[in-house]
């Protein structure tokens, strides 16, 4: 069965803090994927990555960072945590050709004080 | 660019029911067509998608057909349950996008017994 997990379910950080949120996959996904929910903006494209070592920007990628050393895992990073970084976290993972399923992992709901 | 555009929510109706949601697109190229759903507290699975014009989708009693020509992508289902209530996600994907997917915006569903 396929199978994305992601580090916490749940995270409290103060303001300033280095965060990192892991996620990993059991699936040998090319692509790997970080979005953010809010309520009313549905989901943003942080980064994503479709080899190791390998990263791109997605649509909202300012405040944060991300690292792929082996391919089954993606970290996203907050360098310096800000409240406005609450919000929840999804990692997903695809099969590298366009067009193809994602797959999502539980989520991660981060509250930055 | 790419854009998906989701009926406005939040939809409440009684079991039974009949749904539609409506999805429509705009996109270069042929794109594939998913619908997600999100449950309280989770990540999002696939519910359903298309990957060609006139393909239809199903699974567990929710169809959408990929109509080329109105670019649409509408979801339905014949008899709702409360346990359908969740978020309901309508995306696209182009094949040369390295896996992206674009979301719309989501739409809360409410059922009530």
């Known amino acids: 069965d396929v199978k994305v997990t992601q580090s916490s379910r749940y995270l409290v950080k103060r303001t300033g803090e280095k965060v990192f949120l892991e996620c990993v996959q059991d699936?040998?996904?090319?692509?790997m994927f970080w979005y953010r929910q809010d309520p009313g903006l549905g989901l943003r494209l942080i980064y994503f990555?479709?080899?190791?070592?390998?990263?791109e920007k997605g649509d909202i990628p300012e405040g944060y960072s991300v690292s792929r050393e082996k391919k089954e895992r993606f970290s996203l990073i907050l360098e310096s945590a800000s409240t406005n970084q609450t919000s929840m976290y999804l990692c997903?993972?695809?099969?590298?050709?366009?067009?193809?399923?994602?797959?999502f992992g539980p989520g991660t709901r981060l509250l930055v004080l | 660019g790419d854009s998906v555009t989701q009926m406005e929510g939040p939809v409440t109706l009684s079991e039974e029911a009949f749904l539609t949601i409506n999805c429509t697109y705009t996109?270069?190229?042929?794109?594939?067509l998913f619908w997600y759903v999100q449950y309280p507290g989770e990540g999002l699975q696939l519910l359903l998608k298309?990957?060609?014009?006139?393909d239809k989708g199903s699974n567990k009693g929710f169809e959408a057909t990929y109509r080329k020509e109105t670019t649409s992508f509408h979801l339905e289902k014949g008899s709702v349950q409360v346990s359908d209530s969740a978020v309901y996600f309508c995306?696209?994907?182009?094949?040369?996008?390295?896996?992206?997917?674009?979301f719309g915006q989501g739409t809360i569903l409410t059922v009530h017994p």
């Open positions: 995306a696209l994907g182009i094949g040369t996008s390295y896996g992206k997917l674009t």
């Open positions: 996109a270069t190229g042929y794109p594939s």
């Open positions: 298309a990957t060609k014009a006139d």
């Open positions: 699936m040998d996904h090319e692509n």
């Open positions: 997903a993972s695809s099969f590298f050709r366009g067009g193809k399923t994602q797959y």
């Open positions: 990555s479709y080899d190791v070592k390998m990263k």
